[in-house]
């Protein structure tokens, strides 16, 4: 009874919550030369995606592509990012419907299914909802409605009620290491509330996020990238990086994924402090003094060598998708902050500087991102997560007109 009582909340929830996603009517006109632009952009995306298939062998998932030597980097369908190429694929049909680019997603899906079972990784959101979240959405089958069910409850295994947290990364049996990206994986829980009436995932979902607020940011409302907490006591053992500069630093793909992640955290479930821990996320950002004009971040806000150090077209993407989100929860003067942030985002993510020409960059979107620094991987390169947040923004900022 008290389940099926939750699972009648729940839905009122998801129902307001639907209303609410909507833009609000704000003093805001989008600029008519980016809305123009954007159409183009997705006729090239489709081709470029074209290349970027043609190129791919039948059993892998594309990774990266170096310019300079022209060779590629593919994974197998456990890697992280494995759900954005067919995301991007599908988020593409939807603007052109060219069944080519439908029919590739389809393919890749076939090779991503088993990943459902993975309870090694907190990815699973990223790897599951961003593929077969877009495909079920799209056109709705009973076999991806249990994909996604069985990747929540793997994810579920993931949870210590002692931590509070989903364990990010697995390491020895004394550590729990949870990172800021995981926000973005707690999406896929509450989906998986809605549609199953079990109350489990929204707490598990809840607590993580309110464990994370308490321990992962600083007073000035930047992030950790690592949180290591004592398996046993629950207690923060270390605060550090793995993918920033320094254990101190504000990564700037770290702030993104916060700043997501916690507007989705409001839309799910109408907490204000989600709202106000956005907010104060997108300040941090958008008020810094290293943020360049062109609103396309270093790759660290703390990186050493600014100006001269590499910018990560993948955070900027994130951040434009987010902060249009963002802006139709928020009053009217944070909105027009927000929406002309990702405006100018989206704006310079369409120019040559980051957008790719038609048939270079391997098929890829966008390039000049980073992926881990540290470990001199993926650096200065396109990454698939870049492109499927930069045509979700486009898609965002579009719909502002309607």
């Known amino acids: 009874m008290k389940k099926h009582f939750f699972f009648l909340l729940c839905l009122g929830v998801a129902l307001f919550s639907l209303s609410c996603h909507a833009q609000k009517k704000i003093n805001f006109q989008p600029d008519k030369n980016l809305l123009q632009a954007i159409p183009k952009n997705y006729l090239d995306a489709a081709a470029q995606y074209k290349v970027l298939a043609k190129n791919l062998p039948a059993d892998k998932f594309p990774k990266t592509y170096f310019p300079a030597t022209g060779k590629y980097e593919f994974s197998n369908s456990g890697w992280w990012c494995s759900g954005f190429y067919p995301g991007t694929l599908l988020y593409l049909y939807e603007q052109t419907k060219d069944p080519a680019l439908y029919n590739e997603a389809l393919r890749m899906l076939v090779l991503l299914e088993k990943e459902k079972n993975n309870t090694h990784t907190h990815d699973l959101g990223f790897m599951m909802f961003c593929s077969f979240g877009n495909a079920n959405r799209i056109a709705p089958k009973p076999e991806y409605k249990e994909i996604l069910l069985t990747s929540a409850r793997?994810?579920?295994?993931?949870?210590?009620?002692?931590?509070?947290?989903?364990?990010?990364?697995?390491?020895?049996?004394?550590?729990?290491?949870?990172?800021?990206?995981?926000?973005?994986?707690?999406?896929?829980?509450?989906?998986?509330?809605?549609?199953?009436?079990?109350?489990?995932?929204?707490?598990?979902?809840?607590?993580?996020?309110n464990t994370t607020i308490k321990n992962h940011f600083r007073p000035d409302y930047s992030s950790y990238h690592v949180i290591n907490y004592d398996a046993e006591t629950g207690q923060v053992k270390e605060k550090k990086t793995a993918q920033g500069a320094a254990d101190g630093s504000a990564w700037a793909r770290g702030q993104a994924w916060g700043l997501y992640g916690y507007t989705v955290m409001y839309r799910e479930t109408k907490d204000k402090k989600y709202l106000e821990q956005a907010g104060h996320i997108a300040g941090f950002i958008l008020n810094h003094t290293n943020l360049p004009a062109d609103k396309i971040p270093y790759w660290d806000f703390n990186a050493p060598g600014i100006p001269g150090a590499l910018r990560d077209a993948s955070a900027g993407a994130i951040m434009a998708s987010a902060l249009i989100e963002l802006s139709g929860f928020s009053d009217a003067k944070n909105s027009t902050i927000y929406l002309k942030a990702a405006e100018k985002m989206i704006a310079s993510l369409s120019n040559q500087t980051y957008q790719a020409a038609a048939g270079t960059n391997g098929g890829f979107l966008i390039q000049h991102c980073v992926g881990h620094m540290p470990q001199k991987t993926e650096i200065d390169t396109p990454l698939t997560y870049a492109d499927y947040y930069f045509v979700e923004a486009m898609e965002r900022y579009r719909a502002l007109k309607h």
């Not at 009620?161 to 949870?178: E, Q, R, Y």
């Not at 509330?193 to 607590?207: E, H, L, N």
Request: overall charge positive; glycine content about 4%; aromatic content about 12%.
């Open 154 to 209: 793997s994810l579920s295994t993931r949870f210590n009620p002692k931590t509070g947290c989903i364990k990010s990364w697995d390491s020895k049996p004394s550590d729990f290491l949870v990172i800021i990206d995981n926000m973005m994986n707690l999406e896929l829980l509450f989906w998986a509330t809605r549609v199953s009436g079990d109350s489990s995932f929204y707490k598990i979902a809840v607590t993580h996020a």
